[in-house]
């Protein structure tokens, strides 16, 4: 298809032309902060009118693309099956784009009633607001898919109206309040949705307890998928665990204790973790937490325990392979698993001899009682890692000298690390030792050069006791 100049061609001719200089570099490099926020903006508003520019063509090309106009159906003149398809090949845009432009472009089209007379479009204040690019289609389509649906379930159109105006009202900002995010429009536009129509706005629950899910899938290259539906109560009640695993001071980065010294090796450590990675490490906590739980129902009599077995061959290798009992497959896991879980309660280590008898079960010296763990947590307060701040409560505990190696299940001997740092422990560079009973620790080097060893931040309780010393007069 030759494609021939338009209009838009031709302003699409000058656009580049202006925005050559900004987009090779010069312009966007050399500009100041305020330069530079102020450019976004108006960039966004020119994306806003170029896509309104695409509604608007789209949902003409819907309309000629009705079936009503039998012979004359422009996508089948031009060879297509559908509006749809032919948006996108002569666009070459993704189908799902070209479907979701014919959706969005629907309720902002001008309408014409049957004696030819001019209407207007369904949601007209979204129509003009977009046109004008005060609004994206972000905002656009939270607005038509919450208010839509109220028309066929009978809600007094005036009602909509209204809802319509203050949602528009809310997006580009009035002389009483500012302009609001596409994300808080949509909650704004649910709302409203509920407030007009609460029976129909709400989700059928019924349908929504048939379709919860949840599924654990086979391993595959170290990772077990996880897949699911859950129900909203249930998805919040998570959501509020990992974030109390993700205490929020985490993301600042650690930051070390001061001794007689200023920290200068660099700069700070920065968790290298995505949010995801993040999230995972949070659902391993809450497990563990929940698994050691006095109320969790019981699996063959006792609390549901992981099961990891080593043979002492393996166990004395670096490269030595573990297996978690009553995986799927082979549960094939590196020997440093075997090595760290056993400090924790809820896992249990099983060591097999080359004849097959076992030499370790998971043995009571090996696990750190509850009355060692409570006053570890009072010592400790947090995981020891500078700057990751998960709770007690969320940490295991680990044997600085490992059990393997004669060290001692005692607190001078244990520590506490979030579930993250206590796998990682052996490889991330971090140094552990005790100093009387105290834990100290020493980052990496690619963190501090030097290589100094600091005291642990502690416990509420060990913060004071360190301030009172340094008081003046102490």
């Known amino acids: 298809m030759t494609h021939r100049r338009t209009e838009i061609g031709e302003a699409l001719d000058a656009l580049r032309i202006a925005v050559a200089p900004m987009l090779e570099g010069r312009g966007i490099r050399g500009a100041d902060d305020d330069r530079l926020l102020d450019m976004a903006a ?31 159906i ?85 009602e909509i109206d209204a809802a319509e105006q203050a949602l528009v009202d809310a997006a580009t900002g009035t002389s009483a309040s500012p302009a609001v995010s596409a994300d808080e429009v949509t909650i704004m536009a649910k709302v409203w949705a509920l407030h007009l129509d609460p029976d129909g706005a709400l989700p059928d629950r019924d349908r929504a307890e048939r379709r919860r899910s949840l599924s654990i899938g086979r391993e595959r290259d170290g990772i077990v998928p996880m897949r699911g539906d ?16 993700l205490n929020p001071r985490v993301t600042a980065g650690p930051t070390f204790v001061p001794d007689d010294a200023a920290f200068d090796g660099g700069d700070p450590l920065i968790d290298p973790r995505t949010q995801a990675q993040r999230r995972h490490d949070a659902l391993s906590g809450v497990l563990h937490v929940a ?10 009599g006792a609390a549901p325990t992981l099961v990891v077995t080593a043979s002492e061959e393996q166990l004395a290798r670096p490269d030595g392979v573990a297996f978690i009992a009553g995986a799927h497959d082979t549960g094939a896991v590196p ?41 570890i947590a009072v010592r400790d ?30 607190t001078d001997n244990g520590v506490l690390l979030c579930w993250h740092h206590h796998r990682t422990i052996d490889t991330a560079g971090w140094e552990i030792r005790m100093v009387h009973g105290v834990p100290w620790i020493r980052a990496p080097r690619w963190i501090d050069p030097a290589q100094r060893w600091r005291t642990t931040a502690g416990s509420p309780h060990r ?8 008081a003046p007069g102490a």
């Open 463 to 470: 913060r004071l006791s360190a301030l009172s010393r340094a």
């Open 230 to 245: 859950l129900l909203p109560e249930v998805a919040a009640q998570l959501q509020r665990m990992i974030d109390a695993y």
């Open 335 to 375: 020997i440093s698993v075997a090595r760290h879980v056993g400090c924790a309660g809820a896992v249990q280590r099983l060591v097999i001899a080359t004849d097959g008898r076992i030499v370790e079960l998971g043995s009571p010296q090996r696990i750190f009682p509850a009355h060692t763990r409570r006053a």
């Open 42 to 72: 108006d960039a966004e508003s020119l994306g806003r009118l170029i896509d309104a520019l695409r509604l608007d063509i789209a949902g003409e090309i819907g309309h000629r693309s009705r079936p009503e106009r039998g012979d004359e």
């Open 291 to 300: 698994a050691g739980a006095k109320d969790a129902p019981l699996l063959g």
């Open 381 to 410: 307060g947090e995981c020891i890692i500078p700057g990751c701040h998960v709770p007690a409560a969320w940490c295991e505990v680990h044997h600085v000298r490992p059990a393997a190696q004669g060290g001692p299940t005692h």
């Open 74 to 158: 422009l996508a089948r003149v031009r060879g297509c099956r559908s509006a749809s398809e032919l948006i996108e090949r002569v666009t070459l845009v993704s189908s799902a784009t070209a479907r979701r432009r014919l959706k969005a472009a629907s309720p902002l089209r001008l309408r014409i009633s049957l004696t030819g007379e001019s209407l207007p479009a369904t949601l007209d204040h979204v129509r003009a607001a977009v046109l004008s690019g005060e609004i994206g289609t972000d905002a656009a389509d939270a607005i038509a898919d919450a208010l839509i649906p109220l028309r066929d379930r009978g809600v007094d159109a005036d």
